[in-house]
T-cell receptor, first 115, second 116 residues
Framework: AQSVTQLDSHVSVSEGTPVLLRCNYSSSYSPSLFWYVQHPNKGLQLLLKYTSAATLVKGINGFEAEFKKSETSFHLTKPSAHMSDAAEYFC?????????????FGSGTRLSIRP | GAGVSQSPRYKVTKRGQDVALRCDPISGHVSLYWYRQALGQGPEFLTY????????KSGLPNDRFSAERPEGSISTLTIQRTEQRDSAMYRCASSLYKGQGGTEAFFGQGTRLTVV
């Protein structure tokens, strides 16, 4: 079975400090992993994706994530938080099953930034 | 089109009425997904299609919910005899390749359904 778990429902950091949003996945197959961001009253925007190439993936707005197979993790990081980073973040796994693929969302992590 | 288009953007309906939500995916995209997102929750998988074939409908909550994609392009999600608990944002997404898990999904802006 395939699943994705976001370990924190809410993370709060001060502006200028590092951000860490944690994600663990479970998959019987080689997964592709994504992080999406959703700002209030906006649609879902792709931040970055891992598709079995480089394990360290760089995305937009200074975010990056590292795929660690041994830990089944794909944590999202940013060295220095900005006020505009406040949003909901979703870790997503995509798995190929037979001749089809399925996309599964984590429950989300709400990131708050303190001035 | 340039992106995934959903209509209507907002729908208010009375309990017991049927509603049809439309999704027009990016041209040429093979896979189409429907999700439901309650306030403060992550998107919940409902169903998806590859071309016109419905691959998985395990996420549909009950038999009042159905979806079709008859020509492998536009899809309609229909909710019959709506109930207040059906109120949510309904999101559609499409991706380019069938069976290619590495291809990201592109999301529409969603349809906000309110059942009163």
């Amino acid at each position: 079975a395939q699943s994705v778990t976001q370990l924190d429902s809410h993370v709060s950091v001060s502006e200028g400090t590092p951000v860490l949003l944690r994600c663990n996945y479970s998959s019987s197959y080689s997964p592709s992993l994504f992080w999406y961001v959703q700002h209030p009253n906006k649609g879902l925007q792709l931040l970055l994706k891992y598709t079995s190439a480089a394990t360290l993936v760089k995305g937009i707005n200074g975010f990056e994530a590292e795929f660690k197979k041994s830990e089944t993790s794909f944590h999202l990081t940013k060295p220095s938080a900005h006020m505009s980073d406040a949003a909901e973040y979703f870790c997503v796994v995509s798995v190929v099953l037979s001749s089809a693929s399925k996309i599964i969302f984590g429950s989300g992590t709400r990131l708050s930034i303190r001035p | 089109g340039a992106g995934v288009s959903q209509s209507p953007r907002y729908k208010v309906t009375k309990r017991g009425q049927d509603v049809a939500l439309r999704c027009d995916p990016i041209s040429g995209h093979v896979s189409l997904y429907w999700y439901r997102q309650a306030l403060g929750q992550g998107p919940e998988f409902l169903t998806y299609f590859n071309y016109e074939a419905q691959q998985d409908k395990s996420g549909l909550p009950n038999d009042r919910f159905s979806a079709e994609r008859p020509e492998g392009s536009i899809s309609t999600l229909t909710i019959q005899r709506t109930e207040q608990r059906d109120s949510a944002m309904y999101r559609c997404a499409s991706s380019l390749y069938k069976g290619q898990g590495g291809t990201e999904a592109f999301f529409g802006q969603g349809t906000r359904l309110t059942v009163v």
